[in-house]
């Protein structure tokens, strides 16, 4: 829970939700919970839709076949296109390595006239152990708990962390840039830049 209390902190400094409710640990992990399950849904279908690509179809054409695909199967629209753009290139949701490691999905027919499928939504196969023996997956009941409680909340955390990583390597090429900009002016510096360009030296110092 350590954890999640993190994620609602980090959530309620961000100045796009100023003024709005706060959302506590439990609410981040439901909220996370809702659109995990949603993108991982439409994954699949984006993947089907995706395979059934034809010549001169541009990427809206497999978008607009992922949600009518999405429709066909869940009786109900996709509305988390926007965390769909956000985390379908992470590792987690990405449909080709999901195939790989073991998720498979059935061939999905779309009849373009009718907009009828034939589906499956993606099943699990199971994973190996580390001496390549298969191993069955546990009961329904008990998988929801493990990734809701476990695998989620792993692949989260290290999400979170390449992120981090991320902004800060971002953070240090703009303040280096933002340095050579002062160093580079003619005129004297104002006091506000001044002590501006001596934190981003003392920064970049230790």
Known sequence: MAFWKRIATYFGASPQVAGLQKRDSTGCKSRWWKLNEGVCKFVGCYDAATKQKSSGQSEDDVLKLAHQI??????S???LEHAWLELRHDQKWCGDLASKNGVTSKRRKVDNQTGQSSTSVPCSLGEEDANGVEVRPVGVKAAKRLKAEGKVCV???NMWDMRQKDFALREKVNNQK???RLLGKTEPLTEPEQALKNKLINDLLV
């Open 70 to 75: 999405f429709f066909n199967d869940y009786k």
């Open 77 to 79: 629209k996709f509305t």
């Open 155 to 157: 692949d989260l955390e």
């Open 178 to 180: 933002l340095l050579q």
